[in-house]
């Protein structure tokens, strides 16, 4: 029968070719660039990888050498703040004067300390409790001061002296105002220069002691901290409300992940190209060369640091140009942008907004990285606890923002909108994190262009740890979405956030 139908269908004379398996559709090719390109690119980055993070935190850590026999002004210790803070914002509402010692005293642990709450309670609370305090301070340095005094260390002694000497004149400084107010006699000019010089912001207050109300030096000085502090407070309040949106988006999409609902749009590469790793490794090399180049024009004064330091700048948005790297290896432009993830299938604002509620749902995870940070500070604190009257570790970022110069401040939020959102986005959520995804799992690949984009930043040790985990968070959101275009928008919204917090809080400390 079934031979019989065969003959039937047939038509005499026609020819019909065997049946064959259809061929499969062939797949996108491998990224430009060879096994032997990679391998280069590989040794390269970890030889220059640690040396940037070796500069970053000689930068962080290190600081101009200090003369150990003599007290050096306060650089954003935790008395200084607390004090900047307490009597700016009692000048704007004296009602939180109290209240705001209250908490600078629980910043002191050592007779400088003791000493320099004692001038900002000549501020806060008045010039009868500076003069008092400084008594007790007396008492404790010629007592020996057992608690935080160690004898017959040269440098010790000589700081305990000056910081005698500093405490009885300014006792009886801040005596002769109780008893004389205004009419009080005012501070030689050298002696308080000298303790200008030796305690900063403190001898500023010593200066403005005996002055009215009114007086334009104590509104220059005090005057000005209410307005950022209202925006840093509404700030504040709207980050408790996303990071609770956040917690709500984020149950939602793990449940969602759960249930297999939410589909990864990023495909794939092909594993065997380097050209996009070659692209990461020429920003790192770019990066340390620049760094390197400030590092050592610092060594030669400041007027080379500053020349080095506009330079560097400028150097720094050359670096948008790496990127383009893969068209001198011959992958076209289409080809780049899609490869990159310059593409938006639904829209641009579609993934805009995808990008901000990614961001928002990751928040949670952003938190508990900052918690990590915290912890792990303490337990470095308890074993290896460091001088309370020394500096601690420098941020750049809150340096520059404490100059408060206008064209450094536009010049750091350019940078930090536009040219980081962009540039680092490109490179390593583009770049290096779509070469590491050819080759291993998203969360592997996250992880590792993660802990790249968080070593180039110039933060001290465990204080790398939150901006790692914003590339981490980043780096899943381009794997969601296949778009780069919702990382740059998060990246920008980001860091706009945290500058403009920082800037309201440098104003509010500094005018």
């Known amino acids: 029968m079934i031979g019989a139908m065969d003959e039937h269908d047939q038509t005499p004379g026609e020819l019909h070719p065997p049946t064959e398996p259809p061929s499969p559709t ?16 590989w040794l390269v980055l970890l030889v220059v990888l640690p040396l940037v993070v070796v500069m970053q935190q000689l930068q962080a850590y290190g600081g101009p050498e ?17 004090a900047r803070l307490g009597t700016r914002v009692a000048y704007g509402y004296p009602p939180a ?6 908490q600078l005293d629980e910043t002191v642990m050592t007779p400088l300390q003791e000493f320099r709450a004692a001038v900002a309670a000549g501020e806060l609370v008045g010039p009868e409790e500076a003069a008092d305090r400084l008594d007790g301070v007396i008492n404790d340095l010629e007592g020996g001061a057992k608690k935080y005094y160690y004898p017959g260390d040269p440098d010790d002694e000589a700081r305990k002296a000056q910081l005698l000497t500093d405490a009885q004149t300014l006792r009886d400084y801040y005596r002769d105002i109780a008893e004389s107010g205004d009419a009080a006699e005012a501070l030689d000019d050298d002696v308080l220069e000298g303790i200008i010089e030796r305690h900063g912001y403190f001898g500023e207050l010593a200066r403005i002691a005996k002055l009215p109300e009114d007086h334009e030096l104590r509104e220059e000085l005090l005057d000005g901290a209410m307005p950022p502090l209202v925006l840093m407070t509404a700030m504040m309040v709207l980050i408790g409300v996303c990071i609770l949106a956040g917690l709500g988006l984020g149950i939602t ?6 249930g297999k609902r939410v589909r990864v749009a990023m495909d794939r590469p ?6 996009y790793l070659e692209s990461a490794v020429l920003f790192v090399v770019g990066f340390a060369l620049i760094s390197a180049t400030q590092t050592i024009a610092a ?9 080095a330091g506009l330079l560097g700048t400028l150097a720094q948005w050359l670096l948008l140009l790496v990127p383009l790297w893969p068209l001198l290896r011959g992958v076209s432009w289409g080809q780049l942008r899609d490869d990159l993830g310059l593409r938006a ?4 604002m579609v993934e805009i907004l995808a990008g901000v509620g990614g961001y928002l749902a990751l928040l949670p995870l952003l938190m508990a990285g900052v918690g990590i940070m915290l912890v792990l500070l303490g337990v470095q604190e308890l074993i290896f606890p460091s001088d309370p009257d020394a500096a601690g570790p420098s941020n750049p970022i809150l340096e520059m923002a404490r100059s408060l110069d206008p064209f450094i401040l536009v010049l750091l939020f350019a940078l930090a909108t536009i040219w980081a959102p962009l540039c680092e986005e490109l490179i390593f959520r583009g770049a290096l994190f779509r070469h590491l995804r050819s080759r291993m799992a998203i969360p592997l690949a996250a992880i590792l262009s993660a802990l790249v984009f968080g070593m180039m930043h110039g933060y001290a040790g465990v204080q790398l740890i939150p901006v790692t985990v914003i590339g981490f968070n ?10 780069l275009y919702g990382c740059i928008v998060a990246h920008a919204l980001n860091n706009a956030v945290v500058l403009t917090l920082l800037f309201a809080f440098a104003h509010v400390l500094f005018g």
């Open 26 to 41: 062939p797949g996108p090719p491998p990224d430009a660039g060879s096994r032997g390109a990679a391998r280069l690119a």
């Open 66 to 82: 200090v003369d150990k026999s003599k007290i050096a002004a306060p650089q954003g210790e935790d008395v200084e703040i607390s």
């Open 97 to 102: 004067a109290s209240a705001l010692q209250q």
């Open 253 to 258: 999409a793990i449940i969602l992940i759960a």
């Open 270 to 275: 092909m594993r065997g190209g380097s050209v």
């Open 299 to 307: 060594q030669f004064g400041e007027t080379a640091e500053l020349v």
């Open 345 to 348: 299938p639904k829209g641009v």
């Open 474 to 483: 980043f780096a899943l959101i381009r794997a969601w979405r296949g778009s």
